[in-house]
Nanobody, 116 residues
Framework: EVQLMESGGGLVQPGGSLRLSCVGSGFTFGDYDMSWVRQAPGKGLEWVSTSNNDSSPHYSDFVKGRFTISRDNAKKTLTLQMSSLKSEDTAVYYC??????????WGQGTQVTVSA
């Protein structure tokens, strides 16, 4: 059974940092592109960042320069280091596996709240 489990969310002040982690199980982690997708209150899903299966990173414009995605295939872990956080980064952050042309598995999400 494929599972994705996020952790690391919480409450942080503007300008602060958080590190999110996603651990995968039930599949060969290194074979897949893995992404972070977020959903802010009252809004739709928004792509944040992707680590291709060759570990090449990709970022949305609104997080470029502030967030860093990385992966450890041996530990089946995807990480998102978030810095210089803004109130508009407040959202539930999901880890998702990408296959062919869609995200086929999602984690349960972890809440990130940026507030003074």
């Amino acid at each position: 059974e494929v599972q994705l489990m996020e952790s690391g969310g919480g409450l942080v002040q503007p300008g602060g940092s958080l590190r999110l982690s996603c651990v995968g199980s039930g599949f060969t982690f290194g074979d897949y592109d893995m992404s972070w997708v977020r959903q802010a209150p009252g809004k739709g899903l928004e792509w944040v960042s992707t680590s291709n299966n060759d570990s090449s990173p990709h970022y949305s414009d609104f997080v470029k320069g502030r967030f860093t995605i990385s992966r450890d295939n041996a530990k089946k872990t995807l990480t998102l280091q978030m810095s210089s956080l803004k109130s508009e980064d407040t959202a539930v952050y999901y880890c998702a596996r990408f296959w062919t042309d869609e995200y086929d598995y999602w984690g349960q999400g972890t809440q990130v709240t940026v507030s003074a």
